[in-house]
């Protein structure tokens, strides 16, 4: 199922969150990078906010979460999924010897093999299997090469288990594959306190859900955008928060330290046209 919030009569609301969060986060004048550095200082404050028992982390890569998770939370269980054989094998050993729960598997909407693809040239430059970050799934719109892997795939609501008491917080970066990850998780993100999840504004990957439809399955599990970065013109990651957490005020207040301009002189204001027209009427 498709949620649609950006064209329906009743969804244009996130359309106007995500725009309106990045022209806040620009006007700050702080550096894109400063931006989003800020944003994955805020969802980590929310991290210890909630005190996680269960730290899940899909599309890992090398781990940077369940790394900083597992040392922040040692009693945790740091879950991570891998889908990429070559990432893996860099970064399996690693993992291993810090406690986290490393597994060379793709989270999809049903249990069995798929194919992930590897891109192995992206625009006529070629890319490195052992590092590249663009494997899904899915086909990438700018890739002129694969190599195809069968890859073992779960459900993450077969895959972890969850007691009545659990606190889960997850990362979420498929590259594109969100339409899968999510419906094969629907149960176990139902429970989670925070998500960090990287989405796309357009059709990046061959048939992916979008920003809106992402917004919409998390809206549909009780869960409200919080801040979003501005990581690229069409592709961004937000925070996503129970709503329970969301409605706290001091939760409100950290939001919007993510937003304040660094110490020093306002940057000069730049009148619209519109404000910039001669005034009409008498």
Not at 229 to 255: C, K, P, S, T
Request: with cysteine.
């Amino acid at each position: 199922m498709v949620h649609d919030l950006g064209t329906s009569p009743r969804g244009g609301w996130y359309r106007f969150w995500a725009a309106y969060m990045a022209a806040q986060a620009r006007n700050t004048g702080r550096p894109r990078e400063a931006i989003d550095r800020r944003v994955v200082w805020f969802f980590r404050e929310m991290c210890q906010r909630i005190g996680p028992t269960v730290c899940l982390e899909l599309g890992a890569h090398g781990g940077t979460f369940s790394q900083w998770a597992k040392t922040t939370f040692p009693d945790a269980r740091c879950i991570a999924l891998e889908a990429n054989p070559y990432v893996y094998g860099v970064h399996r050993e690693r993992l291993g010897e810090l406690g986290v729960e490393y597994y060379h598997l793709a989270a999809a909407a049903t249990n069995g093999q798929v194919t992930l693809h590897i891109p192995t040239s992206v625009r006529g430059r070629p890319r490195n299997r052992d590092t590249i970050r663009m494997a899904s799934l899915g086909f990438h719109r700018n890739a002129d090469g694969y190599e195809a892997a069968a890859v073992e795939a779960v459900r993450v609501d077969d895959f972890v288990d969850l007691t009545e008491d659990d606190r889960l917080v997850a990362w979420i970066d498929v590259e594109g594959a969100s339409d899968v990850v999510l419906s094969g998780g629907h149960d176990v993100l139902a429970r989670a306190d925070a998500v960090y999840i990287e989405v796309e504004r357009v059709e990046t990957w061959t048939g992916q859900w979008l920003d809106t439809d992402v917004a919409g399955f998390f809206r549909d599990l009780g869960k409200v955008p919080a801040i979003r970065d501005i990581q690229r013109g069409n592709q961004y990651n937000v925070v996503f928060l129970d709503d329970e957490l969301a409605a706290r005020a001091a939760v409100a207040r950290r939001a919007a330290r993510v937003l304040t301009p660094p110490p020093g002189p306002p940057p000069p204001d730049t009148p619209s046209a519109a404000e910039q027209a001669p005034p009409t009427g008498g």
